[in-house]
């Protein structure tokens, strides 16, 4: 459903962020990318939805091209992409139903949205959503009022109500604690799954990508390096992604990680994620 | 214990002008004209003594104020202040809002970023009575060029506070609004409106304080409202009169004050 041909993207101060990336994701497909700060991942899912145009490229999306849309167009294209952001970018004065309902606003008229008179369907929608969030008691509250837990929640049910074809989700779980990240990642693929939404996760948390994500992508310096399962992640892998680095503490423990939830233990993950963090920054 | 340096430190705060001499003759220049200057005004003593006596009596009148014998001017003054304050805070405020976001950098294109900060800078220039100068001898005496010059200088305000408001705003809520596929005016509407809101309405509630006081001022030059009446108090050397319409005013802007505050309470 997605294709990515030879994207390139030179920001003007002269960054070249992406250089020839080659990309495709089907229908139902949920892709974590992986990768060094400045690796371009944010740049990439940007130019998908164009909050940042691409300079050369194509991104075909449904048999259409997304460099070659008309605002128009680009419009009705970007209801069907559903973006979640790392710090939630909710609009902290609405509130938390009128946060969700916005996914609405491509389909609706202008007056209808300055007067806030949203479809019954709409918003039975986004009854549902929230209930299912858990986030039902908190429907008036504004959205500075909530914990980041909960504005993630609030994040996914807007880009959800979208009905989009494909998510874009740049470091959902960067800004929260660990428990509360594996929730929100474990709710955001569980929903792709059962909508069969495609979705691009950019994440720098590995081993949560590993355990909820079946194809990893890993940049560097504006390229793909790598591109494979999680089990084709070792020490050499990691190299070429992240640079040398030692990898030892990092053991491709997959059996672990398919065994369900409850047979984990949580503390010696926790252990390897901080040994991880700690190795890979610089 | 630590053994103690015979040696001392000398420090002085650094002067702005480093030299000496130039020090000293600057500060000789500065008095040196404020000498000419005082002898150049032709202060009179005699003058100054005249006055002093005069005010005596005015200031016995001022502590007698008399609401009674030009009651019914003073109530139509106050009236006409405030229709006009009311009105041209509205209208100023309506008109002010495109203007804003014409003058916010972040979200404007260079022409007509240019335009609207063009006419904040015309507005801003001109302080209300030079404005209502114009007004009232482009279309005469009355409350008609009292409402044009405090919408007119209401517009230049408004506009330039929120147009700063606009360019300071979380830029992540508006791209989050619009990759749902948002139109313009729902971007507007939906990502921008909110975060400027409460200091919009702040900043209205304050205007309309501030136009109701150069009400009082403009009135003087013959744009209407209390103003006027004040005015002609004076000319009649009515200082008992005058005397009520400045305690009426007084209470009409602490009554603003309560208003406003109070507004801003609620919006926190
Ligand atoms: N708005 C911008 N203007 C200029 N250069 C930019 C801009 N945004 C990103 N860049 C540059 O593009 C490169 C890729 O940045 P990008 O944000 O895509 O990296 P990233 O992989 O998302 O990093 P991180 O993991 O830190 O979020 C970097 O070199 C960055 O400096
Ligand atoms: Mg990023």
Redesign the pocket.
């Known amino acids: 459903m997605l294709k990515i041909n030879n994207l390139h993207k030179q ?3 002269g ?1 070249l ?1 992406l250089e020839g990336i080659n990309l495709e994701l089907k229908k139902g497909e949920i892709a974590a990318v992986i ?10 899912i940007r130019c998908i939805n164009r909050l ?1 145009e691409s300079t050369a490229g194509e991104i075909i999306l449904e048999d259409q091209d997304i460099n070659q849309l008309s605002k128009k167009e680009l419009k009705e294209k970007r209801r069907k992409m559903g973006m979640i952001f790392q710090e939630y970018a909710l609009v902290e004065r609405l509130t938390v139903m009128e946060n969700v309902l916005s996914g609405r606003l491509g389909y609706l008229s202008f007056w209808r949205a300055w007067l806030r008179r949203f479809p019954q369907k709409d918003i039975n929608q986004a009854y549902q959503l929230l209930e299912r969030l858990g986030l039902k008691d908190h429907l008036n509250k504004r959205a500075d009022h909530l914990s980041g837990g909960q504005r993630q929640r609030v994040g996914i049910a807007r880009a959800l109500i979208q009905n989009p074809d494909l998510l874009l989700v ?2 959902p779980t960067a800004s929260l604690d660990p428990k509360t990240a594996r929730q929100i990642m474990r709710l955001i693929t569980e929903m792709a799954r059962e909508r069969e939404l495609a979705a691009l996760i ?1 994440i ?1 948390d590995v081993l949560l990508a590993r355990e909820y994500v079946s194809r990893i992508i890993g ?1 560097r310096k ?1 390229k793909i390096v790598f591109d494979g399962s999680p089990a084709d992640l070792n020490k050499e892998t990691l190299t070429t992604i992240y640079g040398k680095e030692d990898w030892n503490n990092f053991k491709n423990k997959d059996q672990e990680n398919s065994a369900s939830e409850g047979g984990n233990d949580l503390a010696d993950r926790e252990k390897r994620k901080l040994q991880l963090a700690a190795s890979s920054s610089n | 214990m630590l053994t103690e340096r015979s040696e001392n430190y000398s420090w002085q705060r650094p002067h702005l002008i480093k030299s000496k001499n130039k020090r000293i003759i600057i500060y000789f220049l500065v008095l040196a004209y404020l000498i000419f200057t005082f002898i150049s005004l032709e202060i009179d003593p005699q003058r100054i003594l005249l006055g002093l006596s005069r005010s005596q009596k005015y200031f016995a009148d001022f502590f007698r104020p008399d609401f009674i014998s030009r009651g019914e001017s003073i109530m139509d003054g106050i009236i006409e202040s405030l229709t006009m304050t009311y009105v041209a805070t509205i209208f100023g405020i309506i008109i002010s809002i495109p203007f804003a976001f014409g003058a916010a950098e972040n979200i404007s294109p260079k022409p007509i970023y240019f335009l609207s900060r063009a006419v904040i800078v015309i507005s801003r220039s001109f302080q209300e009575v030079v404005i209502a100068i114009f007004f009232v001898v482009v279309i005469g005496f009355g409350p008609m060029a009292g409402v044009l010059t405090l919408t007119f200088s209401s517009i230049g305000f408004l506009a330039k506070l929120l147009a700063e408001e606009i360019e300071d705003i979380d830029w992540s809520q508006v791209e989050a609004v619009k990759a749902t596929g948002a139109s313009w005016p729902q971007l507007m509407t939906y990502a921008i409106l909110p975060q400027i809101l409460p200091r919009f309405i702040g900043l209205a509630v304050y205007r309309l304080d501030i136009n109701f006081r150069a009400s009082a001022v403009i009135g003087v030059v013959g744009a209407g409202g209390i103003g006027t009446t004040l005015n002609a108090a004076f000319d009649r050397y009515e200082f008992d009169s005058a005397s009520a319409i400045l305690i009426v005013m007084i209470a009409i802007v602490l009554l603003g004050e309560l208003f406003s505050s109070f507004i801003r309470k609620k919006l926190k």
């Open positions: 920001y003007p101060g960054d962020a990768g060094p700060s400045g690796a371009g991942k944010s740049t990439l940042v740049d470091e950019n720098h940049m504006g």
